[in-house]
Nanobody, 116 residues
């Protein structure tokens, strides 16, 4: 089984940076792709970035060149480095994966607010 705990969110000014962490429990962490989603108030939850078990990476166009996803399998942790933050990046950010036999697994989310 996999469980996630996100951290690192907070209030930051436009142009600033934050690094989100997603700490996972479970022995299969290194075998699964990990996704970062975000959900702004009144909007649907959108995929931001993906890192596969083999290290392949995908970004949504809205964050390309500003966000970097990485994983440390020894620490069972995935990171999302967010630079040049914009007010439209304000959202709750969630870790996610999908496991055969268990389905979708979500963390509790961490709030990111970009405002002056």
């Amino acid at each position: 089984q996999v469980q996630f705990v996100e951290s690192g969110g907070g209030l930051v000014q436009p142009g600033g940076s934050l690094r989100l962490s997603c700490a996972a429990s479970g022995s299969i962490f290194s075998l699964v792709s990990i996704n970062w989603y975000r959900q702004a108030p009144g909007k649907q939850r959108d995929l931001v970035a993906v890192i596969s078990s083999g290290g392949s990476i995908h970004y949504d166009e809205s964050v390309k060149g500003r966000f970097t996803i990485s994983r440390d399998n020894a620490r069972n942790t995935v990171y999302l480095q967010m630079n040049s933050l914009k007010p439209e990046d304000t959202a709750v950010y969630y870790c996610h994966t999908w496991v055969t036999g268990r389905g979708d697994i979500w963390g509790q989310g961490t709030q990111v607010t970009v405002s002056s």
